[in-house]
Nanobody, 117 residues
């Protein structure tokens, strides 16, 4: 059974930074061949895709985070990262990672990011 564990969230002031990590495990989940995505879900809203990274390292971002967030991956560690800078209150959400475009792995518990003064 594949498993995803997100970490690194917290409370930060507007303009601050956070670095999220997502560790993948499970013998049937060959991490390095999958494109991965970071998703987020704010209270009362649907889960949305924030950033993606292919197995070859190509990245894409939703418009609201372009220039502020950076997705990366370390295939040797089965880990995908999300560096978030210049955070805004509207970035407040639970952040999740999963395979992309099909979220084929059971969702992890996510990590809460709260941007507030």
């Amino acid at each position: 059974q594949a498993q995803l564990v997100e970490s690194g969230g917290g409370l930060v002031q507007p303009g601050g930074s956070l670095s999220l990590s997502c560790a993948a495990s499970g013998s049937i989940f060959i991490f390095k061949i999958y494109a991965m995505g970071w998703y987020r879900q704010a209270p009362g809203k649907q889960r949305e895709l924030v950033a993606t990274i292919t197995s070859g390292g190509s990245t894409r971002y939703t418009d609201s985070v372009k220039g502020r967030f950076t997705i990366s991956r370390d295939n040797a560690k089965n880990t995908v990262y999300l560096q978030m800078n210049s955070l805004k209150p509207e970035d407040t959400a639970v952040y999740y990672c999963n395979a992309w475009p099909e979220a084929t792995v059971p969702w992890g518990q996510g990590t809460q990011v709260t941007v507030s003064s």
